[in-house]
């Protein structure tokens, strides 16, 4: 496979950087992407911009995918579920899903008949990695007859095991629906104890946890409402408890996006994964955001360079097995159904 060789930062001229920063896109990202970064992103975004055409592609980013990605290439944003339901409507042949694994594996699922790229194959989760199905069926005999509800952020084989699935948006409403006194919640247990606090079902645990989220800590947020006085505390639900109290908003990415937009306030801080904070500040410029930077690993495995080989060469491809897809995609629309039944 023939692989292109991209310029280095090192070797920007200043004519190539008067003329791509007059690029429309980088007038609205500049407060977030240095002029010399964006002297190398401009001419890949050109490049994968003509393999989108040639290609008949889409391409998804979440919300923690880096800025240049987010706003420079993405034909939809969103969280992992959004993304997956986005995939499952488009018209295109081709999604290239920038995320982690279990992502496009869920996009894969929702929609077989297309071709999910994930441009890393080594873009995992630390929750997803967390548990395999057969722990998830030793879980189910430690407890007969208890219903399994898993988040999203787990692998096909795991979610194939499961009775529903859930996000972090919905997962006190997917417990709720079973109609059960106790419930099995998988994996994460910062997410899990936070449901628990809002539901008089038992919950049982799983130890695992978003490695992103996991290290912030309550003394963290209590200094940057000292050294920020008035600041918005919003603050994701895969963190520890402890610092989930801190927090004057728990919610998922999109939640926190819809709080914004909402109550518009002068200053905030997002506890969650640095990409978000850069994402949202293009969007809501009058906000100023205080960005701690826990990165994910995982999803900064996904560059420009990689979207444009992902493109040419259509791989590295995600499958799933059929038996292993199907059982997924009913833990996944059990809990589709749980939504619809809400809004009707
Ligand atoms: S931020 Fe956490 S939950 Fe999300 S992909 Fe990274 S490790 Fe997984």
């Known amino acids: ?113 297309k071709t999910v790229i994930l441009p890393d194959p080594e873009a995992g989760c630390s929750l997803a990695s967390s548990i395999s199905a057969d722990d998830v069926r030793r879980v189910r005999d430690r407890h007969p007859g208890v219903p399994v509800v898993t988040y999203v952020n787990t692998s096909a084989a795991v979610k194939a095991e499961s009775d529903v699935c859930c996000t972090s948006a919905n997962a006190v409403e997917v417990v709720e629906s079973l109609g059960s006194d106790r419930v099995i919640f998988l994996p994460d247990e910062y997410l899990g104890d936070y449901v628990a606090r809002q539901t008089k079902v038992e919950i049982i645990r799983w130890e695992g ?89 995982h999803m900064k495995l996904i560059t420009l360079p990689k979207i444009v080989q992902a493109l040419e060469h259509l791989e590295p491809s995600v499958e799933v097995p059929a038996q292993v897809a199907k059982g997924a995609r009913e833990a996944l629309q059990r809990m589709l159904e749980v939504g619809r039944g809400e809004r009707s």
């Open 1 to 113: 496979m023939d692989h292109e060789r991209f310029p280095q930062a090192s070797e920007a001229t200043p004519s190539s950087l008067s003329v791509s920063v007059e690029d429309p896109v980088y007038q609205r990202l500049r407060g977030v992407i240095p002029e010399i970064e964006w002297a190398i992103h401009s001419p890949l975004i050109e490049r994968i911009d003509r393999l989108k055409k040639q290609r008949n592609a889409v391409i998804l980013a979440h919300n923690y995918q880096t800025p240049e990605i987010f706003h420079g290439v993405a034909d939809f944003t969103g969280d992992s579920l959004a993304l997956a339901r986005i995939g499952a409507e488009t018209e295109a042949d081709v999604i290239v899903l920038c995320g982690v694994h279990f992502m496009a594996e869920t996009a894969k699922i929702l929609s077989p008949e």
């Open 209 to 297: 946890h978003c490695e992103v989220h996991e290290r912030f800590t309550a003394d963290e947020l209590r200094e940057y409402r000292q050294q920020h006085p008035g600041i918005q505390v919003l603050a994701h639900p895969e963190c520890p408890y402890a610092v989930l109290r801190e927090a004057d908003f728990v919610g998922s990415t999109s939640g926190m996006i819809r709080h914004l937009e909402n109550s518009r306030p002068e200053r905030a801080v997002l506890v969650t994964e640095c990409s978000m904070s850069d994402n949202v500040a293009v969007e809501l410029p009058e906000i100023e955001f205080v960005r701690p930077c826990n990165l994910c690993p």
